[in-house]
């Protein structure tokens, strides 16, 4: 299981006499998956501290950090540690989810297109796929009907024998153990309409946008939280300043940051950020873009700097699969 990246706390002092200071850990449940490094040092400092899962389940753990020094008047201080360990659920991630072929008198009858599956959370992701048709007989499919991880489909659409008209099918992706279908923020589209059964939503394209009439089944659920990515585990978030958040540009402790998501239900949106309840200032519509989810939320001042500060978006009693923001120090200027 990866590890966490550390993060850091900072000892400073107030006053003229000599600073002694000790860091111990300690931790109450899960073992000893809690260290610091140095452990002691003398006038003002800073602590790593790094929490190693090792062969930890799923769960929540808790430790803390006891910080004393000799002569000081708010000696000893404690600093609560909690360690998240998520199970490695996968997620699908499609590189489409609508296809439109063409055929006629002057164009070939069988058309095929290739359509990308990748794995856009943790463990391992084993799907099946299955091609349906709604009118037309059997003309739609799509090889190969199973894999494992990333792969690539060829979809055929086989209109020989057809008559002139439309004809609408639906490719539908299953895999154990998936959290959710999640698939890339489209630029356009046509809107969809949709009903629900009992398990899945059907939503039909309306003609437009270049698409033909399609189905494709999703998911139902109360809400299906999922925060839109650049590489499957970092946010696509936008900083304060409405620039990209990257290691390269961290936001500070203390600004808010735009999440961009999907899935958002009529539930309470909250968000924890390494493990902190962070204060969201905006949960809703994302203006100008429509079908597009969007949460703005505040970075507690306790964050330390990191590139990989982890990010947990609830909608209701749903959880998104966790992503990674960068942060910086308060006092560090932003890097070039």
């Known amino acids: 299981m990866q590890s966490p990246a550390a993060q850091e706390i900072a000892i400073s002092k107030q006053g003229d006499a000599p600073l002694n200071w000790r860091v111990a850990a300690s931790t109450t449940s899960g073992g000893n998956w809690l260290a610091v490094n140095p452990a002691s040092g003398t006038e003002a400092g800073r602590v790593a501290v790094r929490a190693e899962p ?6 929540e753990y808790r430790g803390s950090l006891t910080v004393t020094a000799d002569g000081a008047i708010n000696s000893p201080l404690q600093v609560p540690v909690t360690l998240t360990v998520e199970r490695a659920a996968p997620v699908i991630r499609l590189s489409t989810n609508q296809l439109r072929f063409a055929a006629g008198p002057d164009t070939a009858q ?4 290739t359509l990308s599956i990748t794995n856009a959370g943790f463990g391992t992701l084993d799907w099946r796929a299955a091609a349906t048709t709604f009118n037309g007989g059997a003309w739609l499919n799509v090889s190969p009907s199973a894999g494992s991880g990333a792969g690539s489909l060829t979809v055929t659409a086989d ?6 008209g439309t004809f609408t099918g639906r490719i539908t992706f299953t895999a154990d153990g998936a959290t959710n279908f999640e698939n890339g923020p489209r630029q356009s589209w046509a809107e969809p309409r949709c009903g629900s ?15 033909d009439p399609g189905e494709l089944d999703l998911p139902v659920a109360a809400a299906a939280p999922g925060v839109f990515t650049l590489d499957g585990r970092r946010a696509a978030a936008l900083n304060q300043d409405n620039q990209l958040n990257t290691p390269q540009n961290p936001a500070p ?11 958002l239900g009529a539930g309470e949106t909250r968000v924890s950020i390494n493990a902190l309840d962070s204060p969201v200032r905006y949960a809703g519509p994302a203006p100008g873009f429509p079908g597009l989810g969007q949460v703005n939320v505040e970075i507690p001042v306790q964050i330390g700097a990191s590139d990989t500060v982890r990010v947990v978006l609830r909608s209701g009693t749903a959880e998104a699969p966790p992503v990674f923001i960068a942060v910086r120090s308060p006092s ?4 070039p």
């Open 54 to 59: 090792g062969a930890l389940g799923p769960g």
């Open 110 to 113: 069988r058309g095929t297109q």
């Open 159 to 164: 209109a020989t024998g057809l008559a002139g």
């Open 197 to 211: 059964t009992a398990r899945t939503r059907r939503c039909s394209t309306l003609p437009g946008a270049g698409v």
């Open 253 to 263: 402790p203390g600004s808010v940051i735009q999440l961009f998501v999907t899935g």
């Open 332 to 335: 560090e200027n932003p890097r």
